[in-house]
């Protein structure tokens, strides 16, 4: 039997380096709450709204998806492997870009979204991909951002 395929790492990171269940991205309850704010803060955006603040509430949402999946523990060793993984970037922007970037994919990747819904995703994809994710985009490549 061959061996399963590799993840990209922005995968790695979230589910085996940081062992966040899936559920925390992609149950029900949690990924309702994740497009609620996801498209709000889209349609801010399309809307020239805040922008900054509608920034701010995708950085929140990937950063509060981190903390309330992972452990301690396994979230210092991460953070510690990818301050040497990644040099010169703090090691938390590449774990909540990583965060965002499945959210956001994971929310795309649905059948049952309004054509809006996927208009307003799409624009905060593009949009981020403009900012480099938080990280650039030498650091996107080797995350493995497609």
């Known amino acids: 039997m061959p061996p399963p395929p590799r993840r990209p790492l922005y995968e790695e990171v979230l589910f085996e380096r940081l062992r966040i269940p899936r559920g925390i991205y992609e149950d029900e309850e949690h990924l309702k709450a994740i497009h609620e704010k996801l498209i709000t803060a889209a349609g801010a955006m399309r809307a020239g709204l805040t922008e900054f603040v509608s920034l701010n509430v995708c950085i929140h949402i990937a ?59 799409e624009y905060l994809r593009k949009r981020f991909e403009e900012i480099g994710w938080l990280v650039g985009a030498e650091r996107m490549r080797k995350l493995e951002f497609d």
């Not at 998806?65 to 510690?80: E, F, R, W, Y």
Request: aromatic letters at 6%.
């Open 63 to 121: 950063s509060s998806a981190v903390l309330l999946g992972s452990k301690p523990i396994q979230l210092k060793s991460t953070l510690d492997e990818l301050g040497n993984d990644f040099p010169r970037i703090d090691p938390t922007t590449v774990v909540t870009a990583a965060s965002l970037y499945y959210m956001i994919k994971t929310l795309r990747s649905q059948d049952d979204l309004a054509e809006s819904e996927r208009t307003s995703l």
